[in-house]
């Protein structure tokens, strides 16, 4: 069964403006009103709810390939629109829509699928009908997939190598980033690749479903691809060229994260009753619809401390380098944005609360408050499981005249860990271009953030005020956010949109000798973290 959720006021005919999340498990539908706030709800899960596609977590996996059945999706979304007509969801209060999808993932839309989806599609029937032999290959590669780390060394060395790679296209070469994975289905299945017109991302082709005409690309997931000049906005002809041939022919155009490409096509109009003057933004990827839900601002961090911690760092000037992404920011297409994964989060954490023998986070922030901020220079760094960023792994403890020790007393061991967490996190977005200034906030998700002592300490490291806020399906609440920005996008800023939503709570503020204790420190932290470093 779906789940959903609806607001008694749902039938209303005030505006509305709706958020599609094209995510890896599932896809998901958000309504806002004009106040922003959530309406209605709801999503129709793959494994759950398409057993047919024999999915498992939304994928298939076969060692190192991973893809997911394009027409799955297709199928996913007549689902979710038909969960909704049967809800009573008034599609004709739509002013607009807007979506994210899951990072880098591609489709392959076949010679003529244009043509069907301008021309072709018959209200009387559902999409998947009508789409599902429009692929020139019935699987698309995902995030998930790390298959192609040939077509990767191919990409830097013809780009004069790593760096230069990141300097242009935002990022080194990734295995899952779009342009290697189109490189390999160029050198593996040729025939795909000469059959097919158009390639999406699953953003765009989820935009191009609702727009019955190719969508474009827009500049932030466009910069997940490793294709795309984040300078210039537009695609670079030697990375093109190292992918494969005639490649700018079946990207099409880019566009900002938050223009409108077109108004619904006749299909919705008649099978759902989407009012024919409905926009459609942009969809981009579903990092930077996040930061969009999030309501990041100039100066900001978000920091998500879940299974693994995630950082979005909202950057003025930024400095591509070989850890971390840098994307153009999906709400001022003048600024960019930091994406960070640090793998080694709550695993890590829960297992150095069993190294030193206790249960309880209680137990665990007592520890960690019993120890002073700086750690009496004690730096602990540790990589469980291979870390990717930086790329490296095993447990390092040094002391405060720099020398390897083995072991560290049990809350001096609790400090380590955190602060290490912490200053990996600050040495890391610094080295992308982030400047902590007076207006910095730092912003705290996920199961960690409800610790106020390990909030404390991440106030201190950035020696910035520590907010938290619920953040269940940030990506969908910002696809919506951004389909409301999309109408307004030329006379207002973003930030304005959203004035009436609740204020962030403040969780931690930074002591006053926090930069005095964190600022040397950190220096020292990457001095050490550049020791222990594994090359690639
Ligand atoms: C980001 C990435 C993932 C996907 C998940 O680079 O690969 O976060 O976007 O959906």
Redesign the pocket.
């Known amino acids: 069964m779906a789940q959903k959720r609806q607001h008694p006021n749902d039938s209303t005919t005030a505006p509305r403006y709706l958020g599609l999340d094209f ?2 498990q599932q896809i998901k539908a958000v309504a806002l009103d004009n106040d922003l706030r959530e309406v209605y709800s709801s999503a129709i899960g793959f494994d759950r709810d398409l057993p047919e596609f024999k999915t498992d977590g939304g994928c298939h996996k076969n060692g190192d390939r991973v893809t997911a059945p394009t027409s799955m999706w297709v199928k996913a979304f007549d689902m979710l629109l038909e969960q909704m007509k049967s809800d009573g969801f008034n599609f004709g209060t739509l002013l607009s829509v807007s979506g994210s999808g ?3 993932g591609s489709v392959y839309w076949k010679r003529g699928a244009r043509e069907v989806l301008r021309e072709g599609l018959n209200a009387a029937q559902t999409l998947f009908d009508q789409l599902n032999t429009s692929f020139a290959t019935p699987n698309s590669p995902i ?1 998930m997939d790390s298959s192609t780390t040939a077509e990767c060394q191919k990409l830097e060395e013809l780009l004069g190598g790593a760096q230069n790679v990141a300097n242009v296209t935002g990022s080194r070469a990734y295995e ?1 980033f779009t342009g290697n994975q189109i490189a390999k289905i160029y050198k593996e299945s040729s025939d795909v690749y000469n059959n097919c017109e158009r390639i999406s991302l699953v953003s765009s082709f989820g935009a191009s479903l609702l727009l019955g005409d190719y969508a474009p690309i827009d500049y932030s997931d466009g910069s ?1 691809m490793n294709l795309m000049n984040i300078r210039t906005k537009e695609w670079d002809q030697q990375a093109l060229d190292a992918c494969a041939p005639e490649l700018k022919e079946r990207l099409g155009p880019l566009a900002p994260s938050f223009h409108p490409v077109g108004s619904v096509s006749p299909y919705f109009v008649q099978r759902y009753g989407f009012s024919p003057d409905c926009k459609v933004i942009a969809f981009t ?3 930077p619809a996040s930061l969009a839900g999030l309501r990041l601002q100039e100066g900001d961090v978000s920091v998500s401390l879940g299974t693994s911690d995630t950082l979005f760092v909202w950057l003025k000037e930024p400095k591509p380098a070989l850890e971390g ?1 840098i994307f153009v920011n999906p709400v001022d297409a003048e600024d960019y944005m930091a ?1 960070l994964c640090f793998k080694n989060g709550s695993l890590a954490r829960e297992r150095v609360r069993a190294n030193v023998g206790i249960q309880t986070w209680e137990e665990f922030s007592a520890l960690l408050q019993s120890t002073s901020p700086g750690n009496g220079g004690n730096i602990g760094i540790y990589f469980f499981d291979t870390e990717i960023t930086p790329f490296a792994i095993g447990e390092h403890r040094f002391d405060a005249s720099g020398k390897k020790v083995d072991v560290f007393e049990r809350s001096t061991e609790v400090r380590a860990l955190v602060e290490g967490q912490f200053m990996a996190k600050r040495v890391h977005a610094e080295n992308l271009g982030y400047d902590i200034g007076p207006t910095s906030r730092v912003l705290a998700t996920g199961g960690a953030s409800k610790n106020s002592a390990i909030l404390q300490v991440l106030a201190d490291v950035f020696n910035a005020p520590v907010y938290t806020l619920e953040t269940e399906n940030s990506a969908s609440l910002g696809a919506a956010y951004q389909a409301r920005y999309g109408l307004i996008y030329q006379s207002h800023k973003f930030q304005e949109i959203g004035e009436n939503l609740p204020a962030y709570q403040l969780a931690a503020e930074p002591n006053a000798d926090a930069a005095k204790i964190y600022t040397p420190l950190a220096a020292r932290y990457k001095r050490l973290e550049k020791s222990v470093i594994t090359s690639k």
């Open positions: 995510s890896t899951q990072q880098h995030w899952r997940g990827g579903d990092n992404h994406l």
